[in-house]
């Protein structure tokens, strides 16, 4: 299994900012125009955003940010496994990595915001796996049958 070294970013690296472009079209690609709430690249570099990258030595494996929605709670964004990654285990490297960012940030609950038809099947099965079950809406989102919400009690 490859170990991922994985760190904070200022997205200003063309193979990020090339993933979260990748990103954004195929959220465009997979859901209506309304459903899609990936953050674009201003976006996460607003105060209240930490973006990591998780890297195969130069390699960009994967993407994913916590945005703190106030001192108790944070919300997962941007997560992403670069498309020569996906099933490797780099979604789950930053997955953990996030989750314990948040417990040393003193955080409580985490929540995201999911595709809820069969190409973010994959995304929903992670989450699962580690601890994250489906839970009612949040802030501005409305769960249906494009999207849904799921929450972790740390």
């Not at 916590?66 to 108790?72: F, N, P, V, Y």
């Not at 003193?106 to 995304?123: K, Q, S, V």
């Amino acid at each position: 299994m490859t170990t991922y070294s994985i760190a904070p970013d200022d997205l200003t690296s063309r193979d990020v900012r090339d993933l979260l472009t990748h990103h954004l079209r195929e959220a465009r690609e997979w859901s209506p125009a309304c459903k899609v709430h990936a953050l674009p690249l201003e976006r996460l570099q607003e105060p209240e955003v930490a973006f990591f990258v998780a890297r195969d030595g130069e390699a960009l494996a994967a993407i994913g940010a916590l945005k703190a929605l106030d001192a108790q709670r944070g919300e997962l964004k941007s997560m992403r496994a670069a498309p020569d990654y996906r099933g490797k285990g780099a979604g789950k490297a930053i997955l953990l990595h996030l989750i314990q960012e948040a417990r040393a940030r003193g955080m409580a609950w985490l929540g995201l915001e999911t595709g809820n038809t069969e190409p973010f099947a994959p995304a929903r099965q992670l989450y699962c796996k580690h601890g994250f079950a489906v839970c009612d809406a949040f802030g501005d989102y409305v769960s249906d049958d494009f999207s849904l919400c799921m929450e972790k009690h740390l």
